[in-house]
């Protein structure tokens, strides 16, 4: 089993919409969770971290669901500048914290 | 703002060669680490560091790579021989020890790694 799990997509949507993503872990002693984002050919940065209580900046949304090891995020009113790739981050420990393979997202005017 | 910078951008090498790749962490950062991203695929953990010693490393991490921290400041990770499978873009990253923040790790804008 992959040790973070994601939806490649792409997921190809019109502006203003609502879209989610969803990430899987494996290690339940993980302990801390992030969405960072990636636009192409650029390094990885860090979007929002997610709380177990859940969280929002904005138009983004994140979730934690430790009980069944499962991430989400949810962006509204989707712009534009929106489109990236999505990375689910995971803290396993101090010393390893690992991606996701991403979830492409492409806003369409 | 500080950033982690790392040289070169990029890097042509052949095959055999030994490469070099630097980066210059956040200066109060404490954790260190590299990944790679071959183009078009996930972003993959090679190693961290801490307290000048590998504290983690990945199975893609072999006997060919290795990582030291020479002068307090420059955080570097070696390819001894180099192979065309190493062709990638190399990210360093750094973060403040834990209990201090969230984890944010900060990464550099990558070397990009061309091994012909």
């Known amino acids: 089993r992959k040790e973070v799990e994601q939806d490649p997509g792409p997921f190809n949507v019109p502006e203003g919409a609502t879209v989610a993503f969803n990430c899987t872990y494996s290690n339940s002693a993980s302990q801390s969770f992030f969405w960072y984002r990636q636009d192409c050919r650029k390094e990885p940065k860090l979007l929002m971290s997610v709380y177990s209580s859940g969280n929002e900046d904005g138009r983004f949304t994140a979730q934690l669901n430790r009980a069944s090891q499962y991430i989400s995020l949810l962006i509204r009113d989707s712009k534009l500048s929106d489109s990236a790739t999505y990375l689910c981050?995971?803290?396993?420990?101090?010393?390893?914290?690992?991606f996701g393979s991403g979830t492409r997202l492409s806003i369409r005017p | 703002e500080p950033e982690v910078t790392q040289t070169p951008s990029h890097q042509v090498t052949q095959m055999g060669q030994e490469v070099i790749l630097r980066c210059v962490p956040i200066?109060?950062?404490?954790?260190f680490y590299w990944y790679r991203q071959i183009l078009g695929q996930k972003v993959e953990f090679l190693v961290s560091?801490?307290?000048?010693?590998?504290?983690?490393k990945s199975e893609i991490f072999d006997d060919q790579f290795s990582v030291e921290r020479p002068d307090g400041s420059n955080f570097t990770l070696k390819i001894r021989s180099t192979k065309l499978e190493d062709s990638a873009m190399y990210f360093c990253?750094?973060?403040?020890?834990?209990?201090?923040?969230?984890?944010?790790?900060?990464f550099g804008e990558g070397s990009r790694l061309t091994v012909l």
């Open positions: 200066s109060n950062h404490l954790y």
């Open positions: 990253a750094s973060r403040t020890a834990p209990g201090e923040n969230t984890g944010e790790l900060f």
């Open positions: 560091f801490y307290n000048n010693e590998i504290s983690e």
């Open positions: 981050v995971v803290k396993e420990d101090a010393s390893k914290i690992i």
